[in-house]
């Protein structure tokens, strides 16, 4: 799997947007970009992903790189229930029985 | 909205016994995924199984063996056991293994060797 690279901590006041950084300069053109989060004592949760456009869901924004080898994801209003472990993970759509491949985080420390 | 159930949430074992891990997938989920996290380690994929077959293998112990039943339920029968598996156990489950469906986590099994 393409390697991605992020920040280890980041830190946010409440209330504030959050832009959480990923570089992936080796990323295939098959390869999807999705982000999860790690909450402390839960299990990892699905954030959003993408391909080539940027996407928004209920959750977040994800805003990637005309080349794609980065991208940005984007927490409009952070609130303290946000502070989690961030993942930025490419999955090959061509692989079935697709695992995902967590490693290098972002810890995200909100502020009140 | 049904979840991703795991079963026990708590497990304590001896050193060199053996201990099952269940999961029970969101309905109409055909692919399991299981996980291991040491303590401030993050997750690290071990088996995954589509349709009851095993589709993916990761960095999982020979002393570890999982299944997929015919009810779609899964489990990990961990032999054994180590110090070192002292970890949560998480469990995902997809609607197909395609690289754009998202994995649903459990609560995960805490299991403390001793």
């Known amino acids: 799997d393409a390697k991605t690279t992020q920040p280890n901590s980041m830190e946010s006041n409440e209330e504030e947007p959050v832009h959480l950084p990923c570089n992936h300069s080796?990323?295939?053109?098959?390869?999807?970009i999705h982000w999860y989060r790690q909450l402390p004592s839960q299990g990892p949760e699905y954030v959003i992903h993408?391909?080539?456009s940027n996407v928004n869901n209920r959750m977040a924004s994800l805003a990637i790189a005309e080349d794609r080898k980065s991208s940005t994801l984007i927490l409009h209003r952070a609130t303290l229930r946000d502070a989690a472990v961030y993942y930025c993970?490419?999955?090959?759509?061509?692989?079935?029985?697709?695992?995902?491949?967590f490693g290098g985080g972002t810890r995200l420390m909100v502020k009140p | 909205a049904a979840g991703v159930i795991q079963s026990p949430r708590h497990l304590i074992k001896e050193k060199r016994e053996t201990a099952t891990l269940k999961c029970y997938p969101i309905?109409?989920?055909?692919?399991v995924y299981w996980y291991q996290q040491g303590p401030g380690q993050d997750p690290q994929f071990l088996i995954s199984?589509?349709?009851?077959?095993?589709?993916d293998k990761g960095s999982i112990p020979d002393r570890f063996s999982a299944q997929q039943f015919s009810d779609y339920h899964s489990e990990l029968n961990m032999s054994s056991l180590e110090l070192g598996d002292s970890a949560l156990y998480f469990c995902?489950?997809?609607?197909?293994?395609?690289?754009?469906?998202?994995?649903?986590f459990g609560p995960g099994t805490r299991l403390t060797v001793t």
């Open positions: 995902a489950s997809s609607l197909t293994p395609a690289g754009t469906d998202e994995q649903y």
């Open positions: 080796t990323i295939s053109g098959t390869d999807y």
């Open positions: 993408g391909l080539t």
């Open positions: 993970i490419l999955r090959d759509n061509n692989n079935a029985g697709n695992m995902l491949t």
């Open positions: 309905p109409r989920h055909d692919t």
């Open positions: 199984f589509y349709e009851k077959m095993q589709s």
